[in-house]
């Protein structure tokens, strides 16, 4: 290869990498990316991204994506995100979902569970051998809202907080207790209409964490992402 190729390759590289936002697309991006999902960040402006398992300060305490760099949907997913979103944006203008975690395929969802095991966290992710969640299939979202500075609102734990409180069916009484606020308990409320409104189901036990569809019809109607 003489010097003008590699020159030229080089700054083909560099000029891709720019125009996808800095960050240079994982192997698992780009299958995804051929499927025909989503790209989160391109739904709409409005939408936050930012992949806790992409990062080490999540529960697990390491990074566990490799290869995944963005948030990727199933088209219908998609859709009714960005109508969330909307929805959102028309309740309270300025206000935005941020996505926390999206797609994970099989592979993703095995160094997870692998990072876990024997542990006492191993409890909080599904064992890839069950056949997979929803985000093995790209029909789930962990997300909460932030505000017009970029700030996440008070849900009254973190994302991903392992314990009773991140749970949606005893607010009420959590509140009367003070283990959450009030003013969390509307905001959760707000997410679970926004999301409602788009397609999507509630989790009982975590209040970040939204299904379009059921297990059930995930199975006979979508393709888990077993790569
Ligand atoms: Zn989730």
């Known amino acids: 290869m003489n010097h003008f190729i590699a020159l030229s390759l080089f700054f083909a590289m560099c000029i891709e990498t ?3 936002g800095g960050i240079a697309q994982g192997e698992l991006d780009r299958k995804l990316s051929d499927m025909g999902f989503v790209d989160v960040a391109t739904l709409d402006t409005a939408i936050v991204v930012d992949l806790m ?3 080490d300060d999540n529960f697990v305490g390491r990074a566990m994506y490799d290869g ?19 929805e959102l944006a028309r309740q309270h203008p300025g206000y935005a979902l941020k996505i ?7 592979s993703a969802q095995k160094q997870m569970y692998a ?3 024997g542990t006492s966290k191993v409890r909080y992710v599904s064992n890839p051998a069950n056949g997979g969640g929803l985000h093995n299939y790209g029909l789930a979202v962990d997300v909460t809202i932030v505000d017009e500075n970029g700030d996440e609102l008070d849900m009254g734990t973190k994302v991903d907080y392992l314990g009773a409180e991140a749970g949606v069916n005893r607010e009420a009484e959590m509140v009367a207790s003070g283990v959450i606020t009030a003013q969390a308990a509307k905001n959760r409320e707000l997410l679970r209409r926004v999301m409602r409104k788009g397609g999507f189901r509630a989790l009982p036990s975590e209040w970040w964490h939204f299904n379009l569809v059921s297990r059930a019809t995930a199975k006979a109607s979508y393709k888990v992402l077993d790569f």
Do not use: G, N
Request: glycine content about 0%; hydrophobic content about 45%.
């Open 18 to 20: 720019f125009a996808q």
């Open 53 to 55: 398992y992409a990062r």
């Open 68 to 86: 995944l760099t963005r948030a990727w949907l199933h088209p219908d997913a998609a859709r009714a995100l960005k109508a969330a979103q909307e």
């Open 100 to 106: 926390c975690d999206a797609s994970r395929p099989m």
């Open 115 to 117: 990072t876990v095991r």
